[in-house]
């Protein structure tokens, strides 16, 4: 099960129409001119000394002509180091810098900083409604809330315990999942009857679609209870019969049975695009700009503490072609932010959007509001496991069985079978077990999955896989304030990669061949001055 949410309200102000001039170049530029001034000074005093003194001073106008020489490359060199030291290179992309700078100023304005707290990043935000919602679910009180205001490749959220970092247009995934939304936009309503004004028969196996519809009419009609699982009685006449040949496991809606039979009763879904290679490159460069800076700016800790990975709802329900999409979408955010950041960290997926479905809000409604601001929805998995493909299908199956446990729970429970909304729970168990499952399972295992043979570095600290209404209204937000409070729980299950590890050693051998250099040097002017002297 899960744990969950409260709510936040959320500040829109409008974003400054230019960012700030970087202020270091000013600092750089006087640092290089008291450098040259100085390096003259001295550069001439030693002339002047030269020139005037009686004793026969070795020279020649090589020495000084590479002495005038290094008097004008140093100012330069100083300028450039302490520009590199204060602003870092130039990004390809302002719109980042300028976030992160407005992000990191806001943080010391409200007594934090980078360092202060475990930091958390959130990929794959498909929009600014999507992070809001999730985000005011969290039921966090935040002194740094959505920052910076309005649109941006992403925003903070912090308070002394704990800082999120969304990200909402630097990466794959993001577009992904933008592409998944348009996709459920344009695809025909599933379930429709080819005849208009045909009615399904409630006799037999329940039938999914059949109680959507139901409950789409009840909701049309303004009640709060959608639909019941009341229908016409099994001795009644008319309507197609349910026989055991048309039962295709315990739960096939009567589109199943059609299509098994050689007969197509909903149209082909439409063809989803997939990202350009160009487009894809571009993102991914974005995504380890900001890994980047997070290295950076968090040296010498470790950079994150935890990932949340946004999969909506429409993903795993709707055309099937932006699976396959959100899959590699998955896998090279993943393996680009590793490579950057240089560590593993516990990795969660969430589905978001739950709150889409009549039977999951049926379920909130059944399972009380304290449940779902305090638990979880969904399953973890042990970080001491690797998280194989084969592993991942299978966990998928447990991770749906969730739904199953909970409403047979709810069934179970005194006077349950006359409560309506009964059918709206079976059929989102239906909907699951028909579909979701299969594509869940899909998306983890070719997303977060490890096949053996791979490098090492490329394996993931998987932490498990939630379901979570994210909604606009607090009747629409469950199940996400539970997920956050397990990220900080695991903050500290974090490892280095090799890369990282050697990176160190090589860091820390160059710093002692250097201290042995300064050693020997020392040695060596201190005893010429001794040899000179005496």
């Known amino acids: 099960m899960a744990d969950e949410t409260e709510k936040v309200e959320s500040k829109n102000e409008d974003l400054p129409a230019e960012p700030p001039p970087p202020r270091g170049s000013s600092l750089a530029g006087r640092a290089s001119c008291l450098s040259f001034i100085f390096l003259a000074i001295a550069a001439l005093t030693i002339w002047i000394i030269i020139l005037r003194s009686s004793r026969d001073i070795p020279w020649t106008w090589g020495w000084f002509a590479l002495i005038a020489v290094l008097v004008l490359v140093i100012p330069f060199v100083v300028f450039r180091a302490i520009t590199l030291w204060m602003m870092g290179e130039r990004s390809r992309f302002p719109d980042i810098d300028y976030a992160w700078r407005v992000g990191v100023a806001a943080l010391e304005e409200n007594g934090m900083s980078l360092n202060s707290a475990p930091i958390f990043v959130i990929l794959g935000a498909a929009g600014e409604r999507q992070r809001q919602n999730l985000m005011n679910a969290a039921g966090y009180k935040f002194r740094v809330e959505g920052v910076p205001n309005g649109p941006a490749p992403l925003h903070w959220y912090a308070n002394p315990d704990v800082i999120f970092v969304v990200l909402n247009d630097v990466c794959w995934l993001s577009q992904a999942n933008v592409m998944a939304r348009r996709g459920r936009r344009d695809q025909p309503k599933a379930g429709a009857s080819e005849e208009p004004g045909a009615e399904f028969d409630f006799r037999g196996t329940i039938a999914p679609q059949a109680l959507t519809q139901v409950s789409e009419q009840s909701e049309g009609k303004g009640g709060t209870e959608s639909g019941t699982s009341d229908g016409p009685s099994a001795e009644s006449s008319g309507g197609p019969a349910f026989g055991a040949e048309q039962l295709r496991g315990t739960m096939a809606p009567p589109s199943v049975a059609a299509n098994a039979a050689g007969r197509s009763t909903a149209p082909s879904p439409p063809r989803t695009g997939r990202l350009s290679s160009q487009k894809s490159t571009q993102l991914l460069a974005r995504l380890q700009a900001v890994c980047s800076l997070i290295r950076r700016g968090r040296y010498p800790i470790c950079p994150i503490n935890g990932m949340l990975v946004l999969l909506p709802f429409e993903v795993l329900s ?55 601001d305090q638990q979880r929805f969904g399953q973890r998995y042990d970080l001491r496991r690797e998280a194989t493909v084969g592993e991942l299908e299978k966990f998928a199956a447990h991770v749906c069985g969730t739904f199953e446990d909970w409403v047979y729970v709810l069934f179970g429970e005194k006077d349950a079978l006359s409560r309506p909304g009964n059918a709206l729970l079976y059929a989102l168990l239906c909907k699951v077990r028909r579909s979701v499952q299969t594509r869940l399972g899909k998306v983890l295992a070719g997303g977060f999955g490890y096949n053996p043979g791979q490098d090492e570095d490329s394996r993931l600290f998987f932490s498990g896989c939630y379901f979570a209404a994210t909604g606009a209204k607090a009747d629409r937000q469950a199940f996400v304030r539970g997920l956050l409070d397990k990220l900080r729980g695991e903050q500290e299950e974090i490892e280095w990669t090799e890369d990282a590890l050697y990176e160190d050693y090589r860091r820390r051998s160059l710093t002692r061949v250097g201290w042995v250099v300064s050693l020997v040097l020392t040695l060596a002017m201190g005893a010429w001055f001794v040899y000179d002297r005496f």
């Open 318 to 372: 709707g055309p099937r072609g932006v699976v396959h999409e959100v899959e590699r979408a998955i896998a090279a955010d993943l393996a680009a932010s590793q490579r950057e950041l240089r560590l593993r960290c516990p990795i969660t997926a969430i589905v978001t959007g739950m709150e889409q479905e009549s039977g999951f809000r049926e379920l909130m409604r059944r399972v009380g509001r304290q449940r779902c």
